[in-house]
Structures are given as structure tokens and as C-alpha cells.
């Protein structure tokens, strides 16, 4: 019996499905993006960087984190809402831009 040999298939680019999925996918978000936030009255600062498989880099961390929450957890040492914590470039919070793409496209 002659096995067939499965067409060359040239895999597409990586789809992102995770907490960031929507809003990469919307172009709302890119790869490189750099998030930062500020708490004053625990005097820390924090900085991440989105990747294109949806994760965030943390500085000061090898691993990558797979939400916004966990990522802050990373930094402060604590369970912490990272959706609201994380601010974008222009100042508004991941929150914010999702609440935003969820009004505007309600299928998300």
C-alpha cells in the first residue's frame, strides 16, 4: 500500500486567542506596545511589553505573563486587577480600550 504524502502546508500567522486576542486582532493593539502604570501610594512602577503571542514581557522578568492581571501580580507581589492598572501610551487603561472595542463591536 502506498502512503500519500500530505500537501506542503505553509502554516499561517500565529491567530492570538488569549486575554489580548480581541483587541491585537483589532488592531487596537500591537505587538511592541509598551504598557505602564504608577501607584503612589505603594511607590511602584511598573513596565511591560505586549508580544505578538499575546503574552506580556514584565522588565526584570525572563518569563512572559499571559494576562494583564498576572503580569501586575508579577510587580506588585499581590492579586491585582491589571486590566485597570495597565495604562497605554496615550494614558487610557486596558480597561478602558476594552470597554471601548466592546461598544463599538459588540460580537467581542
Same mark, same amino acid.
Given at each position: 500500500?502506498?502512503?500519500?504524502?500530505?500537501?506542503?502546508?505553509?502554516?499561517?500567522?500565529?491567530?492570538? /486567542?488569549?486575554?489580548?486576542?480581541?483587541?491585537?486582532?483589532?488592531?487596537?493593539?500591537?505587538?511592541?506596545? $509598551?504598557?505602564?502604570? /504608577?501607584?503612589?501610594?505603594? #511607590?511602584?512602577?511598573?513596565?511591560?511589553?505586549?508580544?505578538? $503571542?499575546?503574552?506580556?514581557?514584565?522588565?526584570? /522578568?525572563?518569563?512572559?505573563?499571559?494576562?494583564?492581571?498576572?503580569?501586575?501580580?508579577?510587580?506588585?507581589?499581590?492579586?491585582? #486587577?491589571?486590566?485597570?492598572?495597565?495604562?497605554?501610551?496615550?494614558?487610557?487603561?486596558?480597561?478602558?480600550?476594552?470597554?471601548? /472595542?466592546?461598544?463599538?463591536?459588540?460580537? #467581542?
Amino acid at each position: 500500500m502506498r502512503r500519500r504524502r500530505a500537501p506542503n502546508a505553509t502554516p499561517g500567522p500565529a491567530v492570538p /486567542h488569549g486575554p489580548l486576542g480581541g483587541l491585537l486582532q483589532a488592531g487596537l493593539l500591537s505587538a511592541s506596545t $509598551e504598557l505602564t502604570f /504608577h501607584q503612589r501610594r505603594a #511607590n511602584r512602577r511598573g513596565r511591560a511589553v505586549i508580544t505578538a $503571542e499575546d503574552r506580556l514581557i514584565v522588565d526584570g /522578568h525572563a518569563s512572559p505573563s499571559p494576562s494583564p492581571s498576572k503580569a501586575a501580580e508579577a510587580i506588585t507581589g499581590n492579586v491585582i #486587577n491589571g486590566w485597570t492598572l495597565w495604562h497605554l501610551p496615550d494614558g487610557r487603561t486596558l480597561d478602558g480600550l476594552r470597554r471601548e /472595542h466592546q461598544r463599538d463591536d459588540p460580537h #467581542n
